[in-house]
């Protein structure tokens, strides 16, 4: 029996110390093996940079720090890498107080009719922004910003796929936002450049959500971030734009976004690029920053996506204390030893990566922890 399997075990008799007492679990070995080669996805990554500048929340990205931040990769299709059709790229910088973030989006038509705070904004084009401080996949924050500067803040206390609701009377305070328009809006006898969305985001408003003390990240740290453009196919009427319509129902939506989701979900937060904060003033040169466990991470997500939702879900029906030795995967050169774990609540799986000798658990819910 390996190692990573009697740490199983061992963890499974402590749990049980309430149940009824058990000396032994039934063990099976696992004969199909659990595809993930193709789901592994490596998240983007951007290092911000301080700035000393007084940002104004203008929807311009005029001041000097701005001109020496470098843009992202440009936005890719939400299932893959496909080149999407107008460009979308973001920069960001961050001082004590908060993080700024500057996208611009390339549009030949600049429209929009939602005007309420805390409206679907989603049902315009939109910039979304999707933000995680502790890249532990729970009580993340999203805001949405349309071409009216109409903006839709709100909270999910976990991803929607694992029972998480959104809280829409959540409130970003202190949150600055501003649009500029290359071109004009709701205006269909021009054909416009691009739009543009600023945005000032404070710090102890969202470390609040992790409970943190402390109210501004330091440098070396990074957190989960993700980007996701909303562009909608539109009809004209009597010069008015509205959603375009097949048969009376809307057509589906473009999703574009920075760090590649594999889905058209953007409520996989595991897959959200990374963002790392560095100390240094934007143009200076910095020291890289290593993330650990990425791959691990990556590797886990996609084994508890398989067998809570995929092909694999016939294991959810073994009985309680049952454990099973899955095939030994190999992934990005890495080998991962697996032991499934039928809990009584749920499952856990426990998995070593044989390779960099690190040994760490994810649960039914996506709680992933070092061993």
Not at 65 to 70: C, F, I, Y
Not at 125 to 130: A, L
Not at 183 to 203: C, H, K, Q, Y
Request: hydrophobic share 35%; net charge negative; glycine share 6%.
């Amino acid at each position: 029996m390996n190692q990573l399997l009697v740490c199983c075990l061992g963890l499974l008799m402590v749990a049980c110390t309430n149940k009824k007492p058990r000396t032994e679990t039934k063990t099976v070995l696992y004969e199909n093996t659990i595809h993930i080669d193709s789901s592994i996805i490596i998240p983007s990554e951007y290092t911000a940079y301080r700035t000393a500048d007084n940002m104004v929340i203008d929807g311009q990205a005029v001041e000097n720090a701005w001109s020496k931040a470098a843009y992202t990769s440009t936005f890719i299709d939400i299932e893959g890498v496909k080149e999407p059709k107008y460009k979308t790229q973001v920069k960001m910088l961050w001082d004590d107080a908060y993080l700024y973030v500057y996208a611009e989006l390339e549009e030949p038509h600049i429209w929009g009719n939602i005007k309420k705070h805390d409206a679907v904004v989603f049902y315009n084009n939109d910039f979304e922004v999707f933000i995680d401080p502790t890249d532990d996949t729970y009580n993340y924050v999203e805001i949405e910003v349309n071409a009216l500067n109409t903006v839709w803040d709100l909270c999910l206390n976990k991803a929607y796929r694992f029972g998480g609701h959104a809280n829409d009377y959540y409130e970003i305070e202190g949150l600055k936002t501003a649009v500029y328009l290359g071109g004009s809006l709701n205006d269909a006898t021009d054909i416009d450049t691009f739009w543009s969305v600023e945005m000032a985001i404070p710090f102890e408003v969202l470390l609040q959500r992790k409970r943190k003390t402390v109210k501004h990240p330091k440098g070396g740290d990074y957190w989960r971030i993700n980007f996701s453009r909303v562009q909608w196919e539109h009809d004209l009427n009597d010069g008015m734009y509205s959603l375009k319509k097949e048969n009376g129902k809307r057509l589906p939506e473009y999703n574009w976004v920075w760090s590649n989701q594999g889905a058209i979900n953007m409520h996989l937060p595991e897959h959200w690029g990374y963002l790392v904060f560095s100390d240094h003033l934007v143009g200076k040169e910095a020291t890289e920053v290593t993330i650990p466990q990425v791959l691990n991470k990556q590797v886990a997500y996609a084994l508890l996506e398989q067998i809570k939702f995929g092909k694999h879900k016939s294991l959810l029906d073994s009985s309680p204390q049952t454990t099973y030795q899955l095939n030994q995967l190999e992934i990005r050169q890495n080998l991962f030893d697996v032991v499934f774990l039928k809990t009584y609540v749920g499952f856990e799986l426990y998995i070593e990566n044989l390779t960099s000798k690190e040994q760490f658990v994810i649960n039914e819910e996506g709680k992933f922890k070092l061993l």
